[in-house]
């Protein structure tokens, strides 16, 4: 055998010696069974506050003013130059107080002509009685005299109130709020002279919307912060029967309860106030607007961790709102409010709580809130 036959010979047997040695581990490898391995599950860092629920007064919120009990504008009902005016703006009158003097003019005149005529045609219709009973009259002629004596009457008594309507006389008493005339004006019948207020008695007029307009009850208690700082309370005594076409809103009007009638009249009229009506309590918890997550079906979760480190939902609704978060129902007495890092987990997802006690999740004293839902 020469040197390159022999040289050939051997690098093919090392070939197959080669493959040979791989066939026999692949085959041994194979022949080991695999070994699983169970998946690591990490826990997801997240900042959690511990939350308990507190007993919370419900309330509806509203803008109201406060009001005089009533209010009535006098006019003028006869014309005349005005001579006498007794009243002035802020005082205080009583009922039946003489308010204003018009010119009685030529109206003595006249009611004296009406007098006359009365009297002429009282015996008019006596002397043709007496004619009628002895047959020298007929009974037309004595229903003319009825006629003219009744027409005479209604004249003299047109006179009468007539001058009866040139002295203006207070309605009730209270308060002259303005007078829109002056000494010696001429005024028509139907032209404003002056307001007068009720003011021993005050009134909370507000409006509710349709929405909110059920939970309204005659009897209910009111309370009202004024805008000059003051507060008051009061009774509803009047919800409107219809809604204002504009707005859909029901006029609504509680009677301010005080000890003294002079209190009330220290109460500035017609100031804007913010009205807070008690619907009864109940359990909630106070949660920042940002811990709140929107539903695929509009509803309202929380997310919470429970006992174990898992994360929970729970559907909560809104029972009353502030300018820094929202008084929610639905949830456990006591939860674990997860704080930061909410986005990043979901129900059943293990995590590694760390607590955050200057979190927005605080537990807060049921005081009034500033807004309502309804």
Do not use: C
């Amino acid at each position: 055998m020469n040197r390159s036959l022999w040289i050939a010979f051997s690098f093919t047997a090392a070939i197959v010696l080669w493959l040979w040695s791989g066939q026999g581990s692949d085959a041994a490898s194979t022949s080991e069974e695999p070994v699983s391995q169970a998946p690591v599950v990490s826990a997801t860092k997240v900042q959690v506050k511990v939350s308990t629920a507190t007993e919370l007064a419900r309330q509806l919120q509203f803008q109201g003013v406060i009001l005089p009990w009533r209010t009535v504008e006098l006019k003028a009902q006869t014309k005349g130059s005005i001579t006498g005016i007794y009243v002035d703006k802020g005082d205080r009158v009583a009922a039946t107080d003489k308010l204003l003097q018009l010119d009685l003019s030529d109206r003595l005149a006249i009611r004296e002509q009406a007098l006359a005529e009365q009297a002429m045609r009282k015996a008019d219709l006596e002397a043709n009685l007496k004619l009628q009973a002895r047959a020298m009259l007929s009974e037309n002629k004595v229903r003319e005299d009825r006629a003219l004596l009744a027409a005479a009457t209604a004249q003299l008594q047109q006179i009468d109130t007539d001058i009866a309507h040139t002295t203006l006389l207070a309605p009730f008493g209270g308060r002259i709020e303005q007078r829109m005339v002056e000494q010696g004006d001429f005024v028509q019948e139907g032209d404003s002279v002056l307001t007068v207020v009720d003011d021993s008695r005050l009134k909370l007029s507000f409006y509710v919307p349709q929405q909110q307009i059920s939970k309204i009850r005659l009897g209910q208690q009111v309370s009202a912060s004024l805008v000059s700082g003051g507060q008051v309370v009061g009774v509803i005594r009047y919800i409107a029967q219809g809604a204002e076409s504009a707005t859909r809103s029901f006029l609504v009007e509680a009677e301010v309860s005080s000890p003294s009638a002079a209190e009330l009249r220290g109460i500035s009229l017609n100031q804007s106030a913010s009205l807070s009506l008690t619907l009864g309590t109940e359990r909630a918890h106070f949660i920042s607007p940002g811990l709140l997550n929107l539903a695929s079906d509009g509803s309202l979760y929380v997310k919470v961790m429970t006992a174990d480190k898992r994360v929970a939902s729970f559907t909560v609704t809104l029972v009353q709102s502030e300018p820094t978060g929202f008084w929610v129902s639905g949830l456990p007495e006591q939860i674990t409010v997860i704080v930061t890092g909410q986005g990043f987990v979901a129900a059943g997802d293990l995590v590694e709580p760390s607590y955050d006690e200057a979190s927005s999740v605080t537990q807060k004293p049921a005081t009034e809130p500033k807004g309502a839902q309804g």
